[in-house]
């Protein structure tokens, strides 16, 4: 994928637009972390203000996978921090996406993974250890399941039904 771009993702596959096997997150993410462009098979979580699975999943093998977690949408908290990021990196994810907020920027920053989140905070999430794996999430206005593909670069993720040869 790094050799070619979401725009020339979705030029080349209108007819997989249109019937929506290839559809675009809302532009809601900042970037975060050293690898601005990455793809791979979809792993879903879904928590609220609380990162035990997250981290789980992240002490995991990553074998390129991205991990998209949907954390409702919160701002009252940060639900990944620099520990899980520098391990998933570690252990080979690709990715993670966060539909809420991460802190330890500077940390994430020198990682070699890429990591898309709402915003940053400095308090941290909960750990009750409450959530559900490997469910259909809805993460920036599009619904993404297990299995499937992101591919993600500086303008904007892309989730795919099934992986793209382009």
Known sequence: MALVTTAEVCDANPQLIVCGELRALQPIFQIYGRRQVF?????????????????????????GRVLVVDGGGSQRCAILGGNPVVQAQNNGWAGIIVNGCVRDVDEIHGCDIGVRALASHPMKASKKGIGEKHVPVMVGGTRIFDGEWIYADTDGILVSKSELSV
């Open 39 to 63: 793809c791979g098979p979809v792993v879903t979580l879904k928590v609220f203000e609380d990162n035990v699975l997250v981290r789980e999943f992240l002490e995991e093998k990553g074998n």
